[in-house]
């Protein structure tokens, strides 16, 4: 009877451990954390950015700050965190759109494929390709693998 308790207890433990490491790495997910930065963030950053995109006031942990697409008509403020190096060469982050449309990474002209609701992905020269996901109003997640 102490090794069916035993095994019982081993069991578990490993199922309950197996569960924290799933909820853990689902909290860490690249999407999760520019989820979390927009809900923070979204307001300051709207209200700092202008009509003209150039006024991020810095910081906040994102590596790189740009803005894309004036010559398009849908400009874009792009939030990169940098690479993904859990997901190969994968570049992520965030984009603020003031008309609220879905862009490429960086604003290139790309093709949208809907692939879910508020999700679409795209593909473009070589094997670059990636992802684009609305967060909120105006608000949207990025992937790119080049």
């Not at 190969?88 to 990474?105: A, E, K, L, N, T």
């Not at 795209?122 to 949207?140: F, H, L, S, V």
């Amino acid at each position: 009877m102490k090794n069916v308790k035993t095994t019982k207890r081993a069991v578990s433990a490993i199922a309950w451990a197996a569960a924290i490491l799933v909820l853990l790495g689902y909290w860490m997910s690249p999407e999760q954390r520019v989820s979390r930065f927009v809900a923070k963030n979204a307001e300051v950053l709207e209200e700092s950015l202008g009509a003209d995109m150039s006024g991020y006031p810095g910081g906040l942990g994102i590596k790189y700050y740009n803005c894309w697409g004036e010559d398009s008509g849908h400009p874009i403020g792009e939030f990169c965190f940098g690479l993904s190096l859990l997901y190969g060469r994968q570049y992520y982050g965030c984009y603020y759109s003031p008309d609220d449309v879905p862009r490429g990474f960086q604003s290139v002209e790309v093709t949208l494929v809907p692939d879910g609701e508020n999700r679409w992905t795209w593909r473009a020269e070589g094997d670059n390709r990636g992802m684009t996901k609305k967060i909120t109003d105006r608000w949207y997640y990025f992937e790119a693998w080049l």
